[in-house]
């Protein structure tokens, strides 16, 4: 959609729900991940990209303590107290709001209540990151309608602390820190334990395309705690013999091979994935500026082969999904995106053939699965701020 007929449209329904206009308009990108499934918790590296597609809310400033937000993308809306938040989670989308309120309060921000209205181009709930853009975007809006300023590493620190802590998902750094320190044209290097970014360019000729497979994520949540705890046990069977080590960020291959006796099979498979996958976001570094097509087609394959058949997170559309995009003209490399179990996948393309590399691999993909599934382009945008 044009950005002015989607200012119109938001702008439009503002008007129905609270009479008037807006006054303020925040804005906050989803993201992919080009390398790195996860090792943000791992305290690793990621390959991150901001995408074009983002979440919008328009919002006016309220006299009183309070916030009611509704969104153009979800039914049910919010309607409750700055100061009484701790009984009021619970109950639906706008959780991610209360929580992104919450977790400023915490860190000691006095807030100022609006009128808001959400609206998103970011797929739900497909490893795009809507529920960062959301809480980034609300973390935007408050500190416009509040009157304070905040870094934007603190910024994606609170949005992780509030999905933590209050929405009870237990996700790593990756998706708001993305989301606040993207940049527009550019791949970023994130360390996942310093917080720090290398802005990565690609070289030119190659498109990044998302292939959502639109199949159900299930058990998304319980499967990522267990890879998660997985991961601390085998911290800590190796921190035994290395005391140094408090992450898989901090493992070598030779030390995991060393003791690959005493670790349970699942465990060791687990850890393998994490080591190597870590390496090959370093290695990323390199070939995406210069474009190798043949070392970038290793590395993403490798990273589906082994989040496959190590780390286990692929799905039976995954792995249809996977053939179709190997099999279209144009395809330089595929991967799983976001935590996997569904959700979506990501290739490099030449740029010349995008379309039809989209045009094939939505009708190899629905032929294979009878599911229609969403293939675009996408280009990386500038971090959350305001909307310009
Ligand atoms: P992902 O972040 O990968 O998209 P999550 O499960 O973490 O998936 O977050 C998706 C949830 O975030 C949605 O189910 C919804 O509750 C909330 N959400 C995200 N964007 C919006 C929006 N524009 N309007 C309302 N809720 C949203
Ligand atoms: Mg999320």
Redesign the pocket.
């Known amino acids: 959609m044009e950005a002015e007929a989607r200012k119109k449209l938001v702008a439009d329904n503002f008007n129905e729900l609270f009479g008037g206009h807006p006054q303020f308009w925040s804005r906050a990108p989803g993201r992919v991940d080009l390398m790195g499934s996860h090792t943000d918790y791992n305290l690793g590296y990621v390959m991150t990209m901001t995408i074009d597609r983002d979440?919008w809310i328009a919002a006016r400033p309220r006299q009183d303590q309070r916030v009611c937000i509704h969104?153009l993308?979800?039914a049910g809306w919010g309607d409750f107290e700055l100061e009484t938040l701790e009984k009021t989670r619970g109950c639906n989308?706008t959780d991610?709001v209360r929580g992104t309120a919450w977790a400023l309060q915490q860190a000691g921000y006095k807030l100022t209540g609006f009128d808001g209205l959400?609206h998103?181009t970011?797929p739900?709930?497909?490893?795009?990151?809507?529920?960062?853009?959301?809480e980034m975007a609300c973390a935007v809006m408050f500190q416009q309608t509040s009157g304070f300023t905040l870094d934007p590493v603190e910024m994606a620190l609170i949005g992780q602390a509030g999905e933590n802590r209050y929405v009870g998902?237990n996700c790593g750094i990756l998706?708001q820190y993305s989301s606040t320190m993207g940049q527009a044209g550019s791949a970023l290097l994130l360390d996942c334990r310093s917080l720090s970014s290398q802005v990565t360019p690609m070289a030119a000729g190659i498109m990044v395309v998302i292939c959502d497979t639109r199949a159900e994520r299930n058990l998304v949540g319980t499967e990522y705690s267990e890879r998660r705890t997985q991961c601390e046990q085998g911290v800590e069977i190796l921190g035994k013999h290395y005391p140094d080590i408090e992450a898989l960020r901090d493992v070598s291959i030779e030390q995991l091979e060393r003791h690959n006796g005493e670790l349970p099979e699942v465990i060791y498979k687990r850890c393998r994935f994490i080591i190597e996958e870590n390496q090959r976001v370093l290695d990323l570094k390199q070939a995406l500026p210069d474009g190798n097509r043949q070392c970038l087609g290793e590395l993403f394959r490798d990273s589906y082969l082994g989040a496959r058949d190590l780390y286990q997170i692929s799905a039976l559309a995954m792995e249809s999904m996977y053939h179709a995009m190997l099999a279209a003209p144009g395809v330089i490399g595929a991967r799983q995106a976001?935590a996997g179990f569904g959700g979506c996948m990501v290739t490099l393309v030449q740029a010349e053939a995008v379309e039809a590399f989209a045009g094939q691999v939505q009708k190899d993909y629905a032929q294979r699965t009878g599911i229609q599934p969403q293939v675009f382009p996408v280009m990386a945008a500038a971090g959350a701020g305001l909307l310009k």
């Open positions: 979440t969104s993308n979800a989308w991610y959400v998103s970011v739900f709930g497909s490893g795009l990151s809507s529920s960062a853009a959301l998902m998706d976001g």
